[in-house]
C-alpha cells in the first residue's frame, strides 16, 4: 500500500518584536513570531500520522521561562474514499502534544471539504536559548483514500478565503 506525502513547500518567516503587547491583564511580549503557509497541495494517504510542518524556534536569550501559542488552520479535501473523523496537532518534540483538532466527514463524497482549525499555548515553559522544533501532524481516518490539505479554502468554485493552510508560531514571556 502506498503511503506518503507530497512534500510541502513552506514559506517561513522568522522577525523578533521588541514592543508587541499581548492583550491580557497583564501585558505579555511576543519575543518570536513565525508565518508558515502551505504553497503547494499536499496529499495525506492511510492512517499514520504525516508532518505537515516543522518549524524550528529559538527562545529570547533573556525574559523566559517562554510559553508558544501554536495558530493554524488546515483546509482539508476529502476524496471519496476517505470519510471519517481525522486529527490534527502540535507537538513540540519534547513530548507534550496540544493544540489538537478532530474533525471531519461522516460520509466523504468526491469534494468534500473542511477545515480544522485551532489555537493554543503550550502547556510547558522554555528557557532562556532554548532551541525547539514544533510539528504539524496530520491524521487521516482511513487506510486508503486520500486527504488533501489545500493551498487556499476554495467552494464551488469561489475563493472563500484567500489565505492558504497556516501554521503560526509565537513566543510569549510567560507570567
Not at 52 to 81: H, K
Not at 89 to 118: C, E, H, K, M, R
Request: charged letters at 10%.
Amino acid at each position: 500500500m502506498l503511503r506518503g506525502l507530497t512534500k510541502l513547500v513552506c514559506s517561513l518567516a522568522l522577525l523578533c518584536v521588541a514592543c508587541a503587547a499581548f492583550s491580557s491583564a497583564e501585558a505579555q511580549v511576543i519575543q518570536v513570531y513565525s508565518h508558515n503557509v502551505v504553497t503547494s497541495v499536499a496529499n495525506v494517504v492511510g492512517e499514520d500520522p504525516v508532518e505537515l510542518f516543522s518549524v524550528n524556534v529559538t527562545m529570547p536569550l533573556l525574559g523566559c521561562p517562554c510559553r508558544v501559542r501554536a495558530d493554524y488552520m488546515t483546509v482539508i479535501l476529502a476524496s471519496q474514499a476517505c470519510g471519517g473523523i481525522g486529527q490534527t496537532w502540535i507537538d513540540d518534540g519534547l513530548g507534550n502534544n496540544f493544540a489538537q483538532q478532530i474533525g471531519g466527514v461522516p460520509t466523504a463524497t468526491s469534494g468534500s471539504l473542511f477545515v480544522l482549525q485551532n489555537s493554543e499555548l503550550s502547556p510547558s515553559t522554555y528557557s532562556n536559548g532554548q532551541q525547539v522544533t514544533f510539528y504539524q501532524f496530520l491524521q487521516a481516518p482511513c487506510a486508503s483514500g486520500l486527504w488533501s490539505v489545500q493551498t487556499t479554502y476554495n467552494l464551488f468554485g469561489q475563493a472563500f478565503s484567500q489565505e492558504p493552510s497556516y501554521f503560526d508560531l509565537s513566543v510569549y514571556t510567560s507570567l
